[in-house]
């Protein structure tokens, strides 16, 4: 039965999240940080990708939303990217390849790619109560 209804609640965030860029990165940070699916019994959990269908609809809702796109550049932001190529590198140049090293590589570079889908996402979109104007300035 839980099976069922974790199923039928994907029926509802995946449309919505074609709606809303906000519902699909928060639907993906949800099934990132608390798989769901390693919960569910038998092969209906382990069948559907959700974690890999809720990443494609954020970044098509991103590429084919009529939203500006404008990402957020600031210093933390760069100082974020020369971490991403410090950690890289690194990873490429190790002596010897490692189990271990394997799975920290594959957190890491997803978590910069939500990392800048979301502060593109807040940047791109004009809040009613933001700080920022909706012409960026």
């Given at each position: 039965m839980r099976d069922l209804l974790y199923h039928a609640a994907w029926l509802i965030i995946?449309?919505?999240?074609?709606y809303s860029a906000h519902i699909s990165i928060l639907a993906w940070v949800w099934v990132a940080l608390l798989p769901p699916a390693n919960l569910l019994y038998g092969r209906l959990?382990?069948?559907?990708?959700?974690?890999?269908?809720?990443?494609?609809?954020?970044?098509?809702?991103l590429i084919a939303g009529d939203t500006k796109k404008d990402f957020y550049r600031d210093p933390l932001i760069v100082a974020i990217v020369l971490y991403s190529v410090?950690?890289?590198?690194?990873?490429?140049?190790?002596?010897?390849?490692?189990?271990?090293?394997?799975?920290?590589?594959?957190?890491?570079?997803?978590?910069?790619?939500l990392f800048f889908l979301m502060t593109g996402l807040i940047a791109c979109t004009a809040w009613p109560w933001s700080w920022r104007s909706p012409s960026g300035s």
């Open positions: 995946i449309p919505l999240s074609f959990g382990a069948v559907l990708p959700f974690n890999k269908i809720v990443a494609a609809t954020t970044v098509f809702v410090i950690v890289t590198l690194t990873y490429f140049t190790q002596p010897f390849d490692s189990g271990t090293s394997d799975l920290q590589y594959d957190k890491f570079w997803k978590e910069i790619v």
